[in-house]
């Protein structure tokens, strides 16, 4: 007779009140489990699958430019258009249902200023097309027209939410109020919604506060503007079809402007950069959460196979009194059900406050991140689990079903020895759970070893005791009058007690990479060697920064615009010109300029990557450009800066000041990544350590206390404590021997997967196995160490005892 559903449940209840700290530990244990499973799930599936929250999105595309001189176009270089080329596409091309763009790569910094304290804030340059075809609307007012982005129009500007509610109070009748950026009054003529998501879902480079007008203007081409182009295709056209068209209106280009013949273009869809950059990240996240999930999994499997061990003669007393399989396996898979919905409901919960403190993160880098929430299919993800685990769990017990009769269930000495089913799962869990840890462990181990040996190399600067802030002139301060007023700043920032030394540079080590032409007189033009990195500097800046010099002088006042052009090269470009550089000719950018000194090479691209050639100009003699970082270097840099800025607003008070960067975060920036992977893995590898311990203390325990009469048996016939203690040892190690040789092809396949992100090693590293190898060992003897002096302190007469 079956008994009703809740007739089931209340004796799954009763069933696991009598074991309240092992249905604990197994609630536990689902929660973080399924808590951590869920959340990587969360994020993977938000990244790699769920589509961009914009209109269309499977039709739109990046449209990049790339120098074939220079570039494959494998990176899909998305911000080197220009406005010819953008202007043509939309007046020419058919491919394209709609064309938007904005200018540079990134954001733009802009200045505010006016009735309060000067403020920098974070821009686009949009036309007019792009806002829209991204699926904004408006909160307040309207978004830019036609007009807007015309040459000679009036200068207008559209607000983020954000950015209204912290600086207007969210006030409706910003509306029509005139905002000063760079010097020009704008007038406002509209606030976004809040749920904007294009700065969390593209790769934009920080949150924006405002969007201005791209002006549709040629003379953009002039002084090297680029633009970064998106479109969205018209139905029934493909990419390939896009980058035919595209092609042809590159020729047409080239023979009205013949520079642009050595471009060529790359349509990519919108989502692929974002997925290709988090990609193997996120994979190898889900693969270590889950090991971990699987591990804890089959130590939980362990638990209740012990359980359901010591339950075996009330379950075999069930079956030879009638109960068919079908009625235990019910009563099983509800006792096993009831914890998976508590552990599973606790699990998505924890997931939730997981996700909701990841958004909420400032370290975590990560596109989308924002939009991340535990959904339906994360749902659905953890129902799924939870149901896995309850069919796994539930027919656990019934390894002990078995059709005996009565008497023999009965019998007093009937379940003496350990049931081999029992003992062959244990064993074979065992040895996953050895194999996924040793996995783990060299995987941490390599990104460890990767780390530690990056973090050793010469960035070729000194970056700690110097900070560096963006100080930006922008229109404010024509051209003339520009070195002058830096000469000010720096004269008064040098004057504060403390300051050891201050400069001003464009662009800072490991940041803002510009790329001008190089040419070496009397040497042939070779493709890949006619670029460099350059740098605008003002006199005492190698000092400042912390960069050597080889040969040479500093910059000087004296070099001025009215002065002969100089240069400074590094020791890699150096090397084109023989053992003595210094007198020489070097062009650069078109401009002939006397190499005056050579500095030591600067890890610009990043730790592991070679410096390149790079090259530094006198700012006096480079005016022109609007953003500048000033770099200070003191004892505690930090410290001064209230009195830097105070300097800087005795100079002029409308100068605003950006926020301060110590120059040792521009290195930290380029391992982040490194670092939060090195940091997940390796604490993966540490729980799966843990887990595999506590797994060999588990069912070493267990075999030790099922063989109690035998082991009593062997010291009353002379068996030595430390004979005792050596079987067992050996009966763990030998398990452990065939975990690891099970891990070690899991290991060398990991190692492949995170080959990529591995620095002056290989994946086959001898040190990180030999040190997964000898973690496993030491955890298999400290897991088997107290069950081992038990089993040798065994008390031979009450071990032998008759039941």
């Known amino acids: 007779m079956m008994m009703p559903p809740w007739a089931d449940l209340r004796l799954a209840l009763r069933t696991w009140r009598r074991t309240p700290s092992l249905a604990a530990v197994v609630i536990v244990t689902l929660a973080l489990g399924i808590g951590a499973t869920t959340t990587a799930f969360t994020l993977a599936y938000t990244v790699l699958i769920e589509p961009l929250p914009f209109p269309h999105v499977d039709r739109l595309v990046w449209i990049g430019s790339y120098n074939t001189r220079t570039s494959s176009g494998n990176a899909g270089e998305a911000g080197t258009n220009r406005m010819s080329q953008f202007l043509d596409w939309q007046q020419h091309t058919r491919s394209f249902e709609q064309l938007a763009a904005w200018a540079g790569e990134g954001y733009d910094v802009f200045t505010i200023t006016g009735s309060r304290r000067p403020e920098r804030v974070n821009g686009l340059q949009v036309t007019q097309q792009l806002l829209p075809m991204l699926g904004a609307q408006p909160a307040l007012g309207t978004l830019f027209l036609d007009s807007h982005d015309s040459p000679g129009a009036t200068p207008t500007v559209v607000l983020s939410h954000g950015f209204w509610q912290r600086r207007f109070a969210g006030q409706p009748t910003v509306l029509g109020q005139s905002i000063t950026i760079d010097n020009q009054p704008h007038t406002i003529i509209g606030v976004l919604a809040d749920d904007f998501p294009m700065t969390g879902s593209l790769p934009i480079g920080a949150s924006l506060d405002l969007y201005l007008p791209l002006v549709r203007d040629l003379r953009a081409d002039s002084i090297g503007g680029f633009m970064t182009v998106l479109g969205r295709l018209r139905p029934g056209i493909t990419v390939d079809q896009a980058l035919a068209e595209l092609a042809t209106r590159q020729k047409a280009l080239t023979a009205e402007r013949a520079f642009m013949g050595v471009f060529a273009q790359k349509v990519t869809p919108l989502s692929v950069p974002v997925r290709r950059s988090t990609q193997t990240p996120l994979l190898l996240l889900i693969g270590g959460v889950g090991a971990i999930l699987l591990m804890a999994c089959v130590n939980l499997a362990n638990l209740l196979l012990i359980r359901s061990n010591d339950r075996r003669k009330d379950i075999q007393l069930r079956a030879a009194l009638g109960a068919t399989m079908r009625q235990i396996l019910t009563q099983t898979l509800t006792e096993s059900c009831l914890l998976a919905l508590v552990g599973g409901a606790a699990g998505i919960a924890l997931a939730a406050v997981l996700t909701g403190t990841l958004r909420a993160a400032t370290w975590l880098e990560l596109p ?406 000898s973690a496993l060992l030491l955890i298999t003897m400290v897991g088997a160490c107290i069950p081992a002096r038990r089993a040798a302190r065994v008390d031979v007469m009450t071990a032998l005892r008759l039941e």
């Open 368 to 773: 989308r991140l924002a939009e991340t929430q535990v959904g339906t299919a994360a749902i659905v993800f953890a129902v799924f689990v939870c149901g896995v685990i309850t069919v796994a769990f539930g027919c656990l017990p019934l390894l002990h079903v078995r059709r005996r009769d009565l008497m023999g269930v009965l019998r007093p000495h009937g379940m003496v020895t350990t049931d081999r089913r029992t003992a062959r799962v244990q064993r074979v869990a065992l040895v996953a759970q050895i194999g996924f840890a040793m996995t783990l462990s060299v995987a941490g181990l390599l990104l460890l070893r990767s780390f530690v040996g990056l973090m050793q190399v010469d960035p070729g600067f000194h970056p700690d005791g110097a900070v560096a802030m963006r100080v930006d002139p922008a229109s404010r301060i024509r051209v003339p009058a520009r070195i002058p007023f830096f000469n000010r700043l720096l004269e008064a920032v040098n004057r504060v007690p403390g300051v050891q030394s201050a400069a001003f540079s464009i662009g800072l080590p490991m940041d803002r990479h510009m790329v001008w032409d190089v040419a070496i007189p009397g040497q042939p033009f070779r493709p890949t060697l006619d670029v460099g990195f350059m740098r605008i500097v003002s006199p005492g800046y190698f000092r400042t920064v912390g960069i050597g010099f080889i040969s040479g002088r500093d910059f000087e006042e004296r070099d001025n615009l009215e002065a002969p052009l100089v240069v400074a090269i590094n020791e890699t470009l150096a090397r084109q010109f023989g053992p003595n550089p210094l007198g020489h000719t070097v062009t650069i950018s078109g401009k002939p300029r006397e190499i005056v000194a050579v500095i030591a090479d600067v890890k610009h691209r990043g730790l592991d990557a070679e410096s390149g050639q790079e090259f530094y100009v006198p700012l006096a003699q480079t005016p022109g450009w609007q953003t500048f970082d000033l770099v200070v270097r003191a004892a505690d840099p930090m410290a001064l800066v209230p009195a830097v800025r105070a300097a800087i607003a005795q100079v002029d008070p409308e100068q605003a000041v950006g926020a301060p960067v110590p120059l040792r975060q521009l290195i930290d920036r380029t391992v982040k990544s490194r670092r939060i992977l090195s940091w997940l893995l390796g604490s993966f590898a540490a729980t799966a350590l843990i887990i595999a311990a506590l797994g060999v203390y588990g069912i070493v325990g267990y075999r030790v206390a099922q063989r109690a009469k035998e082991t009593a048996l062997r010291v009353a016939l002379g068996a030595t404590q430390w004979r005792v203690m050596s079987h067992v040892f050996g009966d763990a190690l030998a398990t452990s021997v065939v975990g690891i040789l099970v891990g070690i092809p899991l290991s060398l396949l990991t190692g492949n997967v995170v080959d990529s992100f591995l620095f002056g090693i290989t994946p086959q590293d001898p040190t990180a196995f030999i040190g997964g190898l």
